[in-house]
Antibody, heavy 122, light 113 residues
Framework: QVQLVQSGAEVKKPGASVKVSCKAS????????MHWVRQAPGQGLEWMGW????????DYAQKFQDRVTMTGDTSIKTVHMELSRLTSDDTAVYYC???????????????WGQGTLVTVSS | DIVMTQSPDSLAVSLGQRATINCKSS????????????LAWYQQKPRQPPKLLIY???TRESGVPDRFSGRGSGTDFTLTISSLQAEDVAVYYC?????????FGQGTKLEIK
């Protein structure tokens, strides 16, 4: 069965960086991009960007362009999302979610990780 | 960037009754070359990740009960739950995947009246 398993909760100080991992299993890794979506406490969903884990190609939301780096390791079917220069506004649950890229495997988020809570506090 | 706006923000419906949630995009998300609307609906229950319900505006994801349906085209879309069940209490989000940055509506909280 398809699973996306994320790394555990993190507590960081303002100005620090955080790296969240997402390990995929149960499907053909190369058939899907991996996206990152975050959700601040009590708030809605915010798309951060995607990575093609095979080519390493990325597309980031402009808001995060200069602070986010998404990488992949195909040998262990894992992707990472690193966010730098953290502020309290970055306190949120961060989700990875897979999406296809074609009409046959549409670019929608059909499987999600369990979420990783990142707390930024001094 | 495409802005997605849902209405209402919250909704209370009696068990067994119909619930309708609206979603409007700031520009058309109908791709003319394939006549598909790049619109998805998700359900999120507390302390859980979102769950995909509907994509291409009206295609139900495998395993989703048929009381959930989506319709609309261009810029105006609706999610309907034909007969509300207790387990449908959740926040519902629409999302466009027409282009990046992908964007979500602000969410509609559905409760039992």
């Amino acid at each position: 069965q398809v699973q996306l398993v994320q790394s555990g909760a993190e507590v960081k100080k303002p100005g620090a960086s955080v790296k969240v991992s997402c390990k995929a299993s149960g499907y053909i890794f190369s058939d899907y991009y991996m996206h990152w979506v975050r959700q601040a406490p009590g708030q809605g969903l915010e798309w951060m960007g995607w990575i093609n884990p095979i080519s390493g190609g990325t597309d980031y939301a402009q808001k995060f362009q200069d602070r986010v780096t998404m990488t992949g390791d195909t040998s262990i079917k894992t992707v990472h999302m690193e966010l730098s220069r953290l502020t309290s506004d970055d306190t949120a649950v961060y989700y990875c979610a897979r999406a296809g890229t074609t009409e046959i495997i549409p670019p929608v988020f059909d499987y999600w990780g369990q979420g990783t809570l990142v707390t930024v506090s001094s | 960037d495409i802005v997605m706006t849902q209405s209402p923000d919250s909704l209370a419906v009696s068990l067994g009754q119909r619930a309708t949630i609206n979603c409007k995009s700031s520009q058309s998300i109908l791709y003319s070359s394939n006549n598909k609307n790049y619109l998805a609906w998700y359900q999120q229950k507390p302390r859980q990740p979102p769950k995909l319900l509907i994509y291409w505006a009206s295609t139900r994801e495998s395993g989703v009960p048929d009381r959930f349906s989506g319709r609309g085209s261009g810029t105006d879309f609706t999610l309907t739950i034909s007969s509300l069940q207790a387990e449908d209490v959740a926040v519902y989000y629409c999302q466009q995947y027409y282009n990046t940055p992908y964007s979500f509506g602000q969410g509609t909280k559905l409760e039992i009246k």
